[in-house]
């Protein structure tokens, strides 16, 4: 027999997203009722209960047959959704509430796992001739996900979209499902038929982007000539009529649309890769676009733009024609010298200097190289920040603090030192103040609000975007966080400094503290599940924090010696071994006062399961600043999960940190949270 999962009343509320007072009201009302789990009368939701009515409120029906009704119009209204859509996975999601209704209200798994295929078919991001899922990553395991997933497509999946291929006309439906089943089967009838139909949808989108030139997706164009060659080669099959339908693009392309620029030059770019399929007449064409757009660029200041179209101009005539004009690189040349002196007294004009010297050195141009390379020495010397090197000149007061320090540690038992690092507010970075900080930048520069931000991290990926209102605000938050940090961590390094040379802070010590003063030590017993006879005691998260403070304290007395190597091979232990601990500890601290901490996950076919939720969803819980305080839970946000803070939970989980990247003040930080979190005085379960 399957066993059931309970949920709590406080579970329940927040899995419907309701008040538990309307979930008690809705159980009196018999709307819907908890359920006895044991002889005390206690009150428990059924997890399959909870699922099915969360599901029947979003869909709107209960009844199988409205839900037919729905689905069927869901399916007459495709064509009408193919046309007004721009993008394709706008057709996958179309069938999200037909996937829903045919596995909660009509029971029909065969029906829902059609749709999904349909959905997923639909969600790909098809690039030439591969199929890319929309998103990857790595589950709290390790192991790789992936959506879509090429590898779950079974035959069924592929014979119902055999059938419904030919139940609709639309350009848009047919090229994407035919393509799939050419990539999948490797069928040539689907090859040309997805050639066929790319082409359909390029031309339908250039007589649209004529009429309505911002609301057409003029990439769309792009990518279908690109998918539609990839094919054609392959197959051998209507290359001649999609090079026209690219040479013609590439030609008569709406001047309209603000992306004429962007899809002239990757189609171009493919053009290149296959330049002996057009002719002469082309190029020189293309050539005098080129040198049109570049014009248009660099009359709008889009000088990056403009040098864009001056290299492809430069080698569509080396490569096609064999001439090597060297007006062509003078213009990129003059372009990067125009471009350091907008930049003028800005970090990046020395970039800008470095790359029009190049240019002009291989022009041959000596008088230029020589002017140029004295204003590089200029912009160098001019290089200065002198407001930032004055803020962070705290040498006095770091002197200060290691005096007072110095006899607050000589006059403080251990056991005081450690309630200090505690409870002692003035360490941390004071969250009010930090906010309101950020609410006076926006005020008085407005600019840096205006446009979006993204985050690039040291392999140059793209982890985070900050477009929306909110976001910016937050990266505000965290930056202006960031310059807090760096008046408190000086006083924290001081204050461990001080700690290790009065030999105030030692193993033995944290470890009675810890089993006197906070939860960590409770005792809990292992018993036998038979005789219920106690196998052994443990005083559970001592034992398991034990080695990585050990590993901290052994760091902090090496870095003392002068021992450097050896300090920094206990930090990496200590760091790589407290960071995950912590979400432990704050899952069994919201176990303990009765907030959930499983949240429940829908797989492929609308199969409902439980798992663990991650550190990033328990910080984020609505009830989580109540619980910790601003100050606490916004350092651990910065400390262990924020792509723009340390983000050491992910980066040790991911082996994304080397040698050089640990900081003794990871450690610190780490060390102080875990006595805060076990502060709090809590009645647990030790059996």
């Known amino acids: 027999?399957?066993?059931?999962?309970?949920?709590?009343?406080?579970?329940?509320?927040e899995f419907l997203g309701v008040h538990p007072e309307t979930l008690r009201r809705w159980d009196r009302t018999k709307k819907l009722q908890a359920e006895k789990i044991n002889e005390r009368g206690d009150r428990r939701y059924n997890l399959e209960k909870l699922t099915n009515f969360k599901d029947i409120v979003r869909l709107g029906t209960d009844n199988k047959k409205e839900a037919r009704i729905k689905i069927d119009e869901s399916l007459a209204?495709?064509?009408?959704?193919?046309?007004?859509?721009?993008?394709?996975?706008?057709?996958?999601?179309?069938?999200?509430?037909?996937?829903?209704?045919?596995?909660?209200?009509?029971?029909?798994?065969?029906?829902?796992?059609?749709?999904?295929?349909?959905?997923?078919?639909?969600?790909?991001?098809?690039?030439?001739?591969?199929?890319?899922?929309?998103?990857?990553?790595?589950d709290d395991s390790g192991e790789f996900w992936s959506f879509p997933n090429i590898k779950e497509f079974q035959q069924a999946d592929i014979k119902f979209l055999r059938i419904f291929l030919t139940k609709y006309k639309h350009p848009k439906i047919i090229s994407r499902i035919a393509h799939f089943l050419w990539m999948i089967e490797k069928d040539h009838k689907?090859?040309?038929?997805?050639?066929?139909?790319?082409?359909?949808?390029?031309?339908?989108?250039?007589?649209?982007?004529?009429?309505?030139?911002?609301?057409?997706?003029?990439?769309?164009?792009?990518?279908a000539l690109q998918s539609a060659y990839t094919i054609a080669k392959k197959v051998n099959y209507n290359v001649n009529k999609v090079n026209q339908s690219i040479a013609d693009t590439i030609l008569n392309?709406?001047?309209?649309?603000?992306?004429?620029?962007?899809?002239?030059?990757?189609?171009?770019?493919?053009?290149?890769?296959?330049?002996?399929?057009?002719?002469?007449?082309?190029?020189?064409?293309?050539?005098?676009?080129?040198?049109?757009?570049?014009?248009?660029?660099?009359?709008?200041?889009?000088?990056f733009f403009a040098r864009n179209f001056l290299e492809l101009g430069e080698k569509i005539e080396k490569s096609v024609f064999k001439l090597d004009d060297?007006?062509?690189?003078?213009?990129?040349?003059?372009?990067?010298?125009?471009?350091?002196?907008?930049?003028?007294?800005?970090?990046v004009q020395s970039e800008f200097l470095v790359k029009a010297i190049t240019e002009y050195r291989r022009l041959g141009d000596n008088a230029k190289v020589e002017e140029l390379e004295k204003n590089l020495q200029e912009s160098k010397q001019n290089m200065k920040f002198e407001t930032f090197e004055k803020k962070m000149d705290i040498s006095e007061w770091v002197a200060q603090i290691r005096t007072r320090f110095k006899t607050i540690v000589e006059k403080e038992s251990k056991e005081q030192l450690l309630v200090r690092l505690t409870m002692d507010r003035s360490i941390l970075p004071k969250y009010e103040e930090v906010k309101q900080q950020a609410e006076k930048n926006k005020k008085e520069y407005p600019i840096s609000f205006l446009f979006s931000h993204v985050?690039?991290?040291?392999?140059?990926?793209?982890?985070?975007?900050y477009d929306t209102e909110l976001e910016k605000e937050y990266l505000s938050l965290l930056h202006q966080y960031y310059f807090s940090l760096m008046t408190s961590e000086p006083l924290v390094t001081v204050l461990f400094e001080e700690l290790v040379e009065a030999e105030k802070l030692d193993l033995d010590a944290i470890q009675k503290y810890?089993?006197?003063?906070?939860?960590?030590?409770?005792?809990?017993?292992?018993?036998?599940?038979?005789?219920?006879?106690?196998?052994?005691?443990?005083?559970?998260?001592?034992?398991?924090l034990t080695p990585g403070i050990q590993a901290y304290l052994n760091a902090l007395s090496m870095i003392k010696n002068k021992d450097i190597k050896g300090g920094r091979n206990s930090l990496i232990l200590a760091v790589d071994s407290l960071s995950p601990k912590i979400e432990g500890i704050i899952r069994e601290f919201y176990e303990t006062i009765d907030k959930p901490v499983t949240k429940i996950k829908t797989e492929r076919g609308g199969k409902q399961v439980t798992e663990k939720k991650g550190l990033d969803e328990l910080l984020r819980e609505s009830y989580?600043?109540?619980?910790?305080?601003?100050?606490?839970?916004?350092?651990m946000k910065y400390v262990l999960m924020e792509i723009s803070g340390y983000n050491l939970r992910n980066n040790v989980s991911h082996a994304l940190m080397f040698r050089e990247n640990y900081l003794l003040i990871y450690a610190h930080w780490l060390f102080i949270i875990i006595l805060r979190l076990g502060a709090y005085q809590l009645s647990i379960k030790t059996q």
């Open 624 to 635: 989580a600043s109540e619980i910790f305080g601003d100050d606490l839970l916004f350092l």
């Open 326 to 347: 060297k007006k062509w690189r003078q213009k990129i040349a003059l372009s990067l010298e125009q471009e350091a002196e907008k930049h003028k007294e800005s970090f």
């Open 77 to 138: 209204t495709l064509e009408k959704i193919a046309e007004e859509s721009k993008y394709s996975f706008s057709l996958g999601d179309h069938f999200r509430t037909s996937r829903d209704l045919a596995f909660f209200i009509l029971e029909d798994k065969k029906m829902s796992d059609q749709f999904q295929a349909l959905i997923n078919v639909f969600s790909f991001e098809v690039y030439e001739d591969e199929f890319r899922p929309k998103m990857s990553g790595t």
């Open 190 to 223: 689907m090859a040309q038929l997805a050639v066929d139909q790319y082409l359909v949808v390029a031309t339908k989108l250039k007589g649209l982007i004529t009429n309505e030139p911002k609301n057409t997706p003029a990439f769309e164009i792009s990518k």
């Open 455 to 465: 985050l690039v991290d040291e392999s140059g990926d793209i982890p985070r975007k």
């Open 253 to 303: 392309f709406d001047n309209q649309s603000s992306s004429r620029w962007a899809i002239t030059r990757r189609l171009i770019g493919l053009a290149l890769t296959n330049k002996k399929e057009y002719g002469e007449d082309f190029w020189e064409n293309t050539i005098k676009i080129c040198k049109k757009m570049a014009d248009e660029q660099e009359e709008k200041n889009n000088l």
């Open 1 to 13: 027999m399957t066993k059931k999962t309970h949920y709590s009343i406080a579970e329940a509320a």
């Open 514 to 544: 810890m089993i006197k003063c906070l939860w960590y030590g409770k005792e809990y017993d292992l018993r036998d599940t038979e005789t219920k006879k106690v196998i052994f005691k443990s005083r559970k998260w001592i034992d398991i």
